[in-house]
């Protein structure tokens, strides 16, 4: 499948089915993360992966859009080893290269047939807290993966799409 087509094709999905990611489809998504390109190739992305009944419910009490998912990667990145911007000070590449990560793995799971959410209606403190994190790792965001029941199908918004030129500036 063209890459575009991949794009146009993916969407948020909100109805998951109970059916369990085969391990090595899962292994090719956490892959897809793990070769992502990062500011200076520091790779601060740690991904946490939440399957077990307890892990889930724990997701579910940290925000409402988990939909059942039947695994969840929290996605974080370690404040130690993130690329500082002498430049400008207080910033850091961690949201940037964890955004690369789980755009790539989401796309890695839907060529595999796998459907995902991008997930990040929480509170960072909330769920660094609840999933008990050390203190230099940052959640940035939640990836819930698993395969569209019957009832899936894109939200209207989906369709909803600016026109390039309302996006491309030239200078």
Sequence with gaps: ?????????????????????????????????????????????????????KALELAASVTPFTYNSP??????????????????????????DIAIAATTMMYEAESLGIHSLWI???????????????????PGMMLALGYPSKKSKPSDWHFKRKSIKEMAVEL
Excluded at 20 to 47: H, M, S, W
Excluded at 78 to 87: A, G
Excluded at 122 to 137: D, G, H, R, V
């Design 71 to 96: 695994l969840i990667i929290l996605i974080c990145y370690d404040k130690n080893e993130v690329w500082k911007n002498k430049r400008e000070e207080g910033y850091n590449s961690g949201e940037q």
């Design 120 to 138: 990040r209606g929480f509170n960072s403190k909330i769920a660094s807290e609840t999933f008990n994190l050390p203190e230099n790792i940052v």
């Design 1 to 53: 499948m063209d890459f575009l087509d991949l794009v146009n094709k993916r969407y948020s999905e909100r109805y998951f089915d109970n059916t369990p990611i085969e391990q090595e489809k899962f292994d090719k998504i956490l892959e897809a993360g793990r070769l992502v390109p990062t500011a200076c190739n520091y790779q601060p992305q740690k991904f946490y992966i939440l399957k077990s009944k």
